[in-house]
Structure formats: structure tokens, C-alpha cells
């Protein structure tokens, strides 16, 4: 390289080439270190908030969506039993999410928890769906003792083909009301946060005075990239 070519890059206040010192493993090291400790207070920042939403709101139960909620891959409703790569892949996916640490937190509040998902109602020899693969998803992040099988709204077959049909309009409203149903207690909309990764879904339930928080990304529970949505009635008074 020629000093004419070099000298192009000399600042006015220094005769000296200013190049990017070269980067050591030991500083690479030390970079990635930093970037670790920011995320971790980012994410410990950003749990702090959810348990702060909670308390604040009076929540005193949570419901979460399974696909792309507490994993961070989608089942399609349902899983191929021949496809045990995949199957294996899918439950995996549950750890890459915040979704453990969030049913600790709500676990050790004290907080009622339930699931609602689209997945199908299904265990045959082809396939497995809805109450057996989420138990499996639950299972694999360490939370299956937090829930029973009352705690699970799936879909029937039936309902399942009725959703498919109607993607663009359906939501998870009267699958949480099932909830309260099952386990015997009044619903109250106002006092329960669906977390899930369908702004529709949400939306639905902030409309019906429930709170919502969207999964945003479309890679699982991230409490670094998620939305609070109020009650829908609450906002509009806000704006009043």
C-alpha cells in the first residue's frame, strides 16, 4: 500500500495511521463477557417488569400459549410420531425460551397457571397433539408439576377444523374461560394475563378486559422483546 493511499486516512491531528488494534482471544474473551453481563441485566431488568406488571394489575392468573410461546418452533397443530428428529427438536426448543424462568417466577407468587393452545387433541399411532405433547414440552423445561390436566385447553378435532377454517378470526377467549370452568372458578378477565405469541389472540382477550403479553420475534418467550397490552376499556378511559 502506497503512503499517498495511507495518507488519506490521517486524522488533522496526528501524523499517525489511527488502525483498529488487532483482536487478542483473551480480548475477545473479555468482550463477550461484557455483552453476556449487559444481556443478563437486560433480562434480569425486564423479568423485574413482568413481576412488577403482575403485582401492580392484581394478576392472579397466567395463561400461556405453547408454539413459538414456550418453544421457539412451531408443531403445525401436531407432530409425526415417525418424525422423532423433529419431535426431538421441538421439545428441545422449550429451552431456548424465558418460558421456565417465567413459570417459576409465577409459581413461587403464588399465581394460578393454565395453557391454551391451537395444537390438536390427538395420540395415535401417526400422530400427537395437544394435552400429551404439551405435557412433553413441560416436562422437558422442568415445569410438568405445575400443571394437571384441567390446566391444559387444547383443541377437539372438531374445534381444530373449525380454527383452520377460520385462522383469521379465531382466537383463544372461550378456550380460557374453559379454563375457569374446569378449575371450578369465577372468571375474571381483569385479573388474568394471557402470554402469547398471536397479537390477535391478545388483542381478542384485551378486548374481552383481560391483559395480554405479545410474544414478539416469533423465536419463543423472550422477556427482552415482549409487549403489555392492558385491557382494552382501561386504555380508552386512559385517553379520556
Not at 496526528?14 to 483482536?23: A, K, M, Q, V
Amino acid at each position: 500500500i502506497s503512503h499517498k493511499f495511507l495518507a488519506k486516512f490521517r486524522t488533522p491531528f496526528t501524523s499517525d495511521l489511527l488502525l483498529p488494534e488487532p483482536l487478542t482471544p483473551s480480548k475477545i474473551g473479555t468482550l463477550s463477557k461484557m455483552s453476556h453481563k449487559n444481556s443478563s441485566k437486560l433480562k434480569e431488568k425486564s423479568l423485574g417488569r413482568f413481576r412488577s406488571y403482575i403485582e401492580s394489575n392484581s394478576i392472579q392468573t397466567v395463561v400461556f400459549d405453547v408454539d413459538l410461546t414456550i418453544t421457539s418452533e412451531h408443531s403445525g397443530g401436531m407432530l409425526l410420531r415417525s418424525d422423532k428428529f423433529g419431535r426431538m427438536s421441538y421439545l428441545e426448543s422449550a429451552r431456548d425460551t424465558d418460558a421456565s424462568i417465567a413459570l417459576k417466577l409465577c409459581s413461587e407468587m403464588g399465581l394460578r397457571l393454565g395453557v391454551a393452545t391451537f395444537q390438536k387433541e390427538i395420540n395415535d399411532g401417526s400422530f400427537i397433539g395437544g394435552t400429551p405433547l404439551v405435557s412433553q414440552v413441560l416436562e422437558k423445561i422442568g415445569s410438568a408439576d405445575l400443571f394437571s390436566a384441567k390446566s391444559i385447553a387444547t383443541l377437539s378435532p372438531q374445534e381444530y377444523s373449525v380454527m383452520v377454517v377460520n385462522q383469521n378470526t379465531y382466537n383463544k377467549n372461550e378456550m380460557i374461560k374453559r379454563l375457569f370452568e374446569e378449575w371450578n372458578v369465577a372468571f375474571e378477565p381483569g385479573q388474568t394475563l394471557l402470554v402469547d405469541d398471536s397479537v390477535r389472540n391478545v388483542r381478542a382477550f384485551s378486548n374481552m378486559g383481560g391483559h395480554g403479553l405479545e410474544v414478539l420475534g416469533r423465536g419463543g418467550l423472550n422477556f427482552n422483546c415482549v409487549n403489555y397490552v392492558p385491557p382494552a376499556q382501561r386504555a380508552k378511559d386512559s385517553i379520556k
